[in-house]
Nanobody
Framework: QVQLEESGGGLVQPGGSLRLSCAASGSIFSITAMAWYRQAPGKQRELVATITRNGTTNYADSVKGRFTISRDNAKKTVYLQMNSLKPEDTAVYYC????????????????WGQGTQVTVSS
């Protein structure tokens, strides 16, 4: 089984920065794509950013130029650096792992963290 633990959320003023972290643990040999999603009150969950194992990234248009996704494969951790935050960035942010290779070289799919609240407000 795989667990994802997020940290780093909180309250920040508009224009401020936060860095989210998501550490994976459990029966993991390697992890393929990792991603951050977010869900604002009354809205559907949306993709924020993705990163492949070799570091290829992709971003939602709404966060391009402000957010940076990165990962440390040795630590099995993905990060989301969020700069120039806006009130519309307020949401619960979720970490997602698409596919894990276990130590027995089996595939396991679709893991989510519990979410971390980000609130941007003056």
């Amino acid at each position: 089984q795989v667990q994802l633990e997020e940290s780093g959320g909180g309250l920040v003023q508009p224009g401020g920065s936060l860095r989210l972290s998501c550490a994976a643990s459990g029966s993991i040999f390697s992890i393929t794509a990792m991603a951050w999603y977010r869900q604002a009150p009354g809205k559907q969950r949306e993709l924020v950013a993705t990163i492949t194992r070799n570091g290829t990234t992709n971003y939602a248009d709404s966060v391009k130029g402000r957010f940076t996704i990165s990962r440390d494969n040795a630590k099995k951790t993905v990060y989301l650096q969020m700069n120039s935050l806006k009130p519309e960035d307020t949401a619960v942010y979720y970490c997602h792992v698409d596919r894990v290779v276990t130590p027995t070289l089996q595939y396991e799919y679709d893991f989510w963290g519990q979410g971390t609240q980000v609130t941007v407000s003056s």
